[in-house]
Antibody
Framework: QVTLRESGPALVKPTQTLTLTCTFS??????????VSWIRQPPGKALEWLAL???????YYSTSLKTRLTISKDTSKNQVVLTMTNMDPVDTATYYC????????????????WGQGTLVTVSS | DIQMTQSPSSLSASVGDRVTITCQASQDISNYLNWYQQKPGKAPKLLIYDASNLETGVPSRFSGSGSGTDFTFTISSLQPEDIATYYC???????????FGGGTKVEIK
């Protein structure tokens, strides 16, 4: 079955760089149409899409955060890594990774499996 | 970027009631609209994709409709286990971008 799990530091200091890893199983990111996306959710607030990487190593970012984000994949390890630079207390949130499977190029960007999320607190 | 306006932000209804949530896009998004359920402390769960398609295994009391800029999510008969926050999510294809609505918290009266 498909599973995803986020890992990374629970606490980072302001101005530091955050590195999060999404380790997944049950699918391969080398399969045509497969994508992994990152989404975050500040405490008590709405979901916010951050970034997406697809099987062809194409990368897409939130317009508002693209200067701070980098997404990459290691297909052999079944991992996707997200880095976010210059962390600020407003970046305190639960960070989720999720799968998108576009079996057909006409298919949409649908987050069908999610990890449990990892809470990252930004504080000095 | 496309903006998604979801309403209401919260609602309280009785068990068995029909519950309706709306999502409005700032421009035409065809049927590129998904709905998720998020229970407290849990990850979101996909319920409806492409505006009206029920995800496998999701109870039939959940439904979605709409196209263009106006979309509706309905719970035909609210159950205690439906207490959650519901989010709409739109996507652009070229380039891929995803946007969530602000969420609707559903409570039992």
């Amino acid at each position: 079955q498909v599973t995803l799990r986020e890992s990374g530091p629970a606490l980072v200091k302001p101005t530091q760089t955050l590195t999060l890893t999404c380790t997944f199983s049950g699918f391969s990111l080398s399969t045509s149409g497969m994508c992994v996306s990152w989404i975050r959710q500040p405490p008590g607030k709405a979901l916010e899409w951050l970034a997406l990487i697809d099987w062809d190593d194409d990368k897409y970012y939130s317009t508002s955060l693209k200067t701070r984000l980098t997404i990459s994949k290691d297909t052999s390890k079944n991992q996707v890594v997200l880095t976010m630079t210059n962390m600020d207390p407003v970046d305190t949130a639960t960070y989720y990774c999720a799968r998108i499977h576009r079996a057909d190029p006409r298919d949409g960007y649908i987050l069908d499996y999610w990890g449990q999320g990892t809470l990252v607190t930004v504080s000095s | 970027d496309i903006q998604m306006t979801q309403s209401p932000s919260s609602l309280s209804a009785s068990v068995g009631d029909r519950v309706t949530i709306t999502c409005q896009a700032s421009q035409d998004i065809s049927n590129y609209l998904n709905w998720y359920q998020q229970k407290p402390g849990k990850a979101p769960k996909l319920l409806i994709y492409d505006a009206s398609n029920l995800e496998t295994g999701v109870p039939s009391r959940f439904s979605g409709s709409g196209s263009g800029t106006d979309f509706t999510f309905t719970i035909s008969s609210l159950q205690p286990e439906d207490i959650a926050t519901y989010y709409c999510q739109q996507y652009d294809n070229l380039p891929p971008r995803l946007t969530f609505g602000g969420g609707t918290k559903v409570e039992i009266k």
